[in-house]
């Protein structure tokens, strides 16, 4: 197994793992299993209960929203323009592939096929539309930081740089899951669907990443395009 092929395959078993989860849980959430129930009043009763505030909710609302959708695609197409600036087309075409295709177009899909109505509209504090499962903010947030986390990890160097930049990562990740039930908007168990499907959408696809960006490269010079990529 050359270098690429032994990066690729813990990705791929973490991705699986990741996979299976979600799917166990969405197959529960449909089926309106009694430990789904159980979950989402013992997780809102511990982010709620007690703990609205004007103050907390103000600022909530305002860091909510760089977990949207809108704001993901707006960032994503700057991330992948900067990388094909910098001639990156492989970085840049699996990058901004995982967080449109696996954040944006399938979650749109998951969202209508469980179809699952949000929680009582009397208890939002802020305005939201459509089905809950999984949440668009979760699964959005989760696949964007989290690829940009673990392609910064794989290139720095430092052992303390990669734990900082996956602990904040991962900071940014858990506070926008967190700003969805607290305003209401969302079942714990709807970010948790959005957060397991995200590691599921990033490990695979590095993993398939990793397998596949030297053929791509290769193809990409054929085109006359000169891929700066870091391919080895």
Request: net charge positive; aromatic share 16%.
């Given at each position: 197994?050359?270098?690429?092929?032994?990066?690729?395959?813990?990705?791929?078993i973490?991705?699986?793992?990741?996979?299976?989860?979600?799917?166990?849980?969405?197959?529960?959430?449909?089926?309106?299993?009694?430990?789904?129930a159980?979950?989402?009043?013992s997780?809102?009763?511990?982010?709620?209960?007690?703990?609205?505030?004007?103050?907390?909710?103000?600022?909530?609302?305002?860091?909510?929203?760089?977990?949207?959708?809108?704001?993901?695609?707006?960032?994503?197409?700057?991330?992948?323009?900067?990388?094909?600036?910098?001639?990156?087309f492989?970085?840049?075409?699996?990058?901004?592939?995982t967080?449109?295709?696996?954040?944006?177009?399938?979650?749109?899909?998951?969202?209508?096929?469980?179809?699952?109505?949000?929680?009582?509209?009397?208890?939002?504090?802020?305005?939201?539309?459509?089905?809950?499962?999984?949440?668009?903010?979760?699964?959005?947030?989760?696949?964007?930081?989290?690829?940009?986390?673990?392609?910064?990890?794989?290139?720095?160097?430092?052992?303390?740089?990669?734990?900082?930049?996956?602990?904040?990562?991962?900071?940014v990740?858990?506070?926008?899951l967190?700003?969805?039930?607290?305003?209401?908007?969302?079942?714990?168990?709807?970010?948790?669907?959005?957060?397991?499907?995200?590691?599921a959408?990033?490990?695979?696809?590095?993993?398939?990443?990793?397998?596949?960006?030297?053929?791509?490269?290769?193809?990409?010079?054929?085109?006359?395009?000169?891929?700066?990529?870091?391919?080895?």
């Amino acid at each position: 197994m050359n270098s690429n092929g032994k990066k690729a395959l813990p990705l791929l078993i973490i991705g699986v793992i990741a996979l299976a989860a979600f799917i166990f849980e969405a197959v529960s959430v449909a089926k309106s299993s009694n430990w789904v129930a159980k979950f989402d009043l013992s997780w809102i009763s511990r982010i709620r209960d007690g703990h609205i505030e004007a103050g907390t909710t103000k600022l909530v609302k305002f860091l909510t929203h760089f977990g949207s959708a809108e704001y993901i695609i707006v960032m994503t197409i700057i991330v992948v323009i900067i990388l094909f600036i910098l001639r990156k087309f492989t970085v840049g075409l699996w990058f901004g592939g995982t967080v449109l295709f696996c954040g944006v177009v399938l979650n749109y899909l998951l969202k209508h096929f469980v179809e699952r109505s949000r929680p009582d509209s009397s208890n939002w504090l802020i305005s939201e539309s459509g089905f809950s499962y999984p949440s668009g903010h979760a699964t959005a947030t989760s696949i964007f930081y989290g690829l940009a986390a673990l392609f910064l990890i794989f290139t720095v160097r430092q052992i303390w740089a990669k734990i900082v930049i996956g602990a904040l990562g991962l900071f940014v990740i858990f506070y926008i899951l967190y700003s969805r039930v607290y305003l209401g908007v969302h079942y714990p168990t709807d970010v948790l669907g959005g957060f397991l499907f995200g590691m599921a959408s990033i490990f695979i696809s590095t993993g398939v990443y990793f397998l596949v960006r030297k053929p791509l490269h290769e193809l990409l010079t054929k085109w006359r395009l000169k891929d700066l990529s870091k391919v080895e």
